[in-house]
Nanobody
Framework: QVQLVESGGGLVQAGGSLRLSCAASGRTFSNYAMGWFRQAPGKEREFVATISRNSARTYYADSVKGRFTIFRENAKNTVYLQMNNLKPEDTAVYYC????????????????????WGQGTQVTVSS
């Protein structure tokens, strides 16, 4: 069991950048694969990116590939989402999630596959 707390959201103009952080409690952070999801008003929560326990593997939604980067610092119990070239369609609440039982052969892109969630942080991108 872990608690996840996102931070770093805010208002930014299109083309700008933000870095989201997700700080995790506990001593087992390195055992979890981590993911970022987002949910815009009126839409379902959608996958953004995921990273394996040791950062060996990352995977991105097509909509953010080339613009977003997920990375983690296990010594700090923190996972990040660097968001560059932001677009208005990136506007959403962004959630950090942890998968306590990662499998090296599986890339998890569905919210139901994750066990722990943060409270979310709002990202608003203006035109």
């Amino acid at each position: 069991q872990v608690q996840l707390v996102e931070s770093g959201g805010g208002l930014v103009q299109a083309g700008g950048s933000l870095r989201l952080s997700c700080a995790a409690s506990g001593r087992t952070f390195s055992n979890y694969a981590m993911g970022w999801f987002r949910q815009a008003p009126g839409k379902e929560r959608e996958f953004v990116a995921t990273i394996s326990r040791n950062s060996a593997r990352t995977y991105y939604a097509d909509s953010v590939k080339g613009r977003f980067t997920i990375f983690r610092e296990n010594a700090k119990n923190t996972v990040y989402l660097q968001m560059n070239n932001l677009k208005p369609e990136d506007t959403a609440v962004y959630y950090c999630a942890a998968d306590r039982s990662p499998q090296a052969s599986v890339v998890r892109t569905h919210s139901r596959e994750y066990d722990y969630w943060g409270q979310g942080t709002q990202v608003t991108v203006s035109s």
